[in-house]
């Protein structure tokens, strides 16, 4: 079988263990930077170039997007679509994902437990929006920020005042969500893939830090998901049109709550805490969706 995997390095470690599992268990992997690829359409059908060589169409795509190509990064994968092939995870599921405030709309939709959360454009809105979910302190987000970045903690309206207007400054939409205080600073990262949870580890923030990306310093541990906690993640990942995802969910009195539902999961802190071979997972599900080999 003939795998493409889009990624912008092949050194990083999720791309480098994807790349193995696919390899040992006899993929043909080609790694394409989506950046290095353009893009034709005519009459006879959609064709991408990579390096100005126009690439076979493969078996199967599994794409990882980053944040900061979200936009060529969506056409790229959506010309593969348009040529039939099946990708791992779909445009609209990673579109979805990205948009932090359409991922909740969509879970909100179908009752998944979440933080309340506002979304404004204008300071003059903030202080209602603050009372609407729950009060000081309150978290403030950008719409599409990654691994803790434009998440910030608010504990008076001054310090939110501050933020928000800095954020919509750089011209950013601001969500400001209620901050579930027994969390403590921890979280729940679920490895979701197909119909399964392969993997969870509890995440907790370093010192006096909120944010529990390992990233910025966070710790990591193995966890055993209570059932309410999986089938929350399953249904997160589903209702986005995701197959592969990390679902982060907060510890709260009232049970789990969806904070962010991530379409380009990391490998290398899950494999690390949980000792499971994640990619290996994900390998084997891209094998039983395209069970052939031409």
């Known amino acids: 079988m003939r795998l493409i995997i889009l990624s912008r390095s092949r050194s990083l470690y999720s791309t480098r263990r994807l790349t193995e599992a696919a ?23 959609a064709k991408v170039l990579h390096r100005q060589q126009v690439l ?5 795509l599994l794409a ?3 944040a900061s190509i979200t936009s060529y990064g969506l056409t790229v994968v959506r010309q593969f679509e348009s040529q039939g092939v099946i990708c791992t995870n779909g445009s609209l599921g990673i579109a979805t994902a990205r948009d932090k405030f359409r991922a909740l709309q969509l879970l909100s939709l179908h009752h998944l437990p979440l933080p309340t959360t506002a979304f404004i454009r204008d300071t ?4 209602a929006a603050i009372e609407t979910v729950g009060g000081l302190p309150v978290v403030l987000k950008v719409v599409e920020g990654t691994q803790g970045v434009g998440v910030m903690l608010a504990d008076s309206m001054p310090m939110a005042a501050s933020i ?15 901050y579930v205080a027994e969390s403590k600073g921890r979280d729940v990262r679920a490895f979701v893939v197909g119909n399964q949870v392969v993997a969870a580890m509890l995440r907790q923030a370093s010192g006096s830090e909120f944010r529990s990306n390992l990233h910025r310093g966070a710790q990591a541990q193995p966890i055993k998901l209570e059932k309410n906690y999986a089938d929350v993640a399953l249904k997160a990942a589903h209702i986005l ?5 990390g679902v982060d969910l907060l510890l709260s009195h009232e049970g789990p709550k969806v904070l962010e539902v991530n379409a380009s999961p990391g490998l290398e802190g899950i494999e690390k805490a949980s000792g499971v071979d994640v990619a290996g997972a994900v390998a084997d599900f891209v094998a039983a969706q395209h069970p052939f080999n031409n």
């Open 23 to 45: 390899r040992s268990r006899g993929y043909q992997v080609q790694i394409i930077d989506p950046l290095a690829c353009s893009l034709l359409v005519n009459a006879q059908g």
């Open 56 to 60: 076979r169409r493969p078996n199967a």
């Open 64 to 66: 990882r997007i980053g």
């Open 124 to 127: 003059l809105d903030l202080k």
């Open 164 to 178: 928000v207007d800095t954020f919509l400054r750089q011209g950013q939409n601001v969500l400001v969500q209620q």
């Open 241 to 245: 049109s995701l197959e592969v995802a």
